[in-house]
């Protein structure tokens, strides 16, 4: 009742079903990802979407890449495009960061795993960007060697991984 009220007097705008955002709010271009972690709570901002953001790639998703549980429901709330991955046990849990964006806490990946995850799917998104994906972090410092190879053998990705990382020294 509170929030039709401030919506007449123009103080809040309505994004969609249970979404409002104060009408003098300035949007990032990280917005959707504030919106992807109101949505699905228990989400992690994987893949493209966190290369993205942690400037590793030149590729622009135009979907928001999403991890959650193999067993979890996908939110119907989610209207956004989102790309949904399912991911189970330690290649969940393993490596999350926390966020703020726009007020909101959002969960995302950090650079080693995320890397890590992108030779795991390197058919879903491309060897290419994987490997830009390497080359990048190692050149930023995002994440040194061992981590990279610490993440890869936790995720079973060492075997995978090793010529390339082999490559970089």
Known sequence: MWLTR???????????????VAADAEWTERHSFAEVA???PGGVICLLSALNYHGLTTQLPFEVWLAIDRKARVPKAISLQVRVMRFSGVALTTGVEEHVIEGVPVRIYGPAKTVVDCFRY????GLD????????CYRLRLATIDELWEC??????GTVMRPYIESLL
């Open 129 to 136: 960007v994987a490997l830009e994906a390497l080359r990048d």
């Open 152 to 157: 890869a053998n936790q995720l079973r990705a």
């Open 6 to 20: 401030l919506k007449r007097r123009g103080l809040v705008e309505r994004v969609r079903r249970g979404l409002y």
């Open 38 to 40: 109101l949505q699905a």
């Open 122 to 125: 390197r058919n879903k998104i």
